[in-house]
């Protein structure tokens, strides 16, 4: 064993340098599962999970720092890697279902903060990623490449609408302007699932795709029809203004539409999971795309609580509460993986130490 190459501060530094854009996700599981949480009275399990959400923002954000400081190159890559460069937009959904939660607990300066930059993030990475991993590439065909973390794009876009309806009653004086941006993300967002959903099909029906390319990240599928969903029902307990007025009973119905849809979805993608593990016997071990099944299944849970509540809804709510005792207990399970994957791999010296690429293909 070579002290040199073992010791903590080399396995810290691989780590850092293998690290996914898609880790984010842990804080958007989290954090919405916090929320959902909280509109169910469970505050304790709430503000537990809030604290988790916030260390993990706090703690991704520094490991991106160390990254883009001693290893550029590894994030140059990533911005123009199509299977990958998608999972960035987990940044602008974290740090918005974090400042939801903040909202939750009255601390909207917080929320609006995490807002403005999260949503000046999105409307940066909109324009560069698709260039720089999809348009900008030499190699053709790009739809070849295209998988489940596409879909991220659509929940950042989403999750900026939500955060925008969430301060609007509070700040009263860009009212007008958080409804001009809820509307225009949401709309951004519907639009943009339909294009990344036409994407991914042609992927699966003209390309080869065995298990091994069925990864978690398909289940964000779902969870951005479910974020569309949330969204659609806050936008539409936003205050009168010309864009919500002029929207208020298209996106009302199109939430319940979305809902149906993502109901739908579930039973394939658990179908899904049981041909890739069970028939075709892929190892279930884990990676930081498992985040990627956690938080489709707890925004699933919240937008079916809250479109229940919002629209007197009683089954859609039921459905909801279920899931949300569903998605709590694959967080812990994740969690409990994770920690481990993070000891072996980085606490624990060994007399190799090959640290598995943490990447999302």
Known sequence: MNPVTNGFAARAGRAVERFTPGYFALVMASGIISVGMRLEGVDLLSRALLVVCGAAFAVLVVLSAWRFAAYRSAMVEDFTDPRRAFGLFTFVAGANVLGVRLGLAGMYVATAVLLAVAGLTWLALGYVVPWTAVLGRQERPVVATANGTWFVWVVASQSVAVAAATVEPVFDSVRRELAVLAVMSWSVGVFLYGATGLLVSLRLMLYAFGPDELTPPYWVSMGALAITVLAGARIVEMADTPMVAATRGLIAGLAVVFWAFATWLIPVLIAAGWWRHVRRQVPLRYDATSWSIVFPLGMYAVAGIYLGRADHLPVVESIGR??????????????????????????????????PSTHAH
Not at 323 to 337: H, I, K, Q, R
């Open 322 to 355: 279920i899931e949300l005792w569903a998605a709590f207990p694959a967080w812990l399970l994740v969690f409990a993986a994770m920690t481990w994957h993070l000891i072996r791999t980085v606490a624990l010296p060994t007399p190799t130490n090959q640290l």
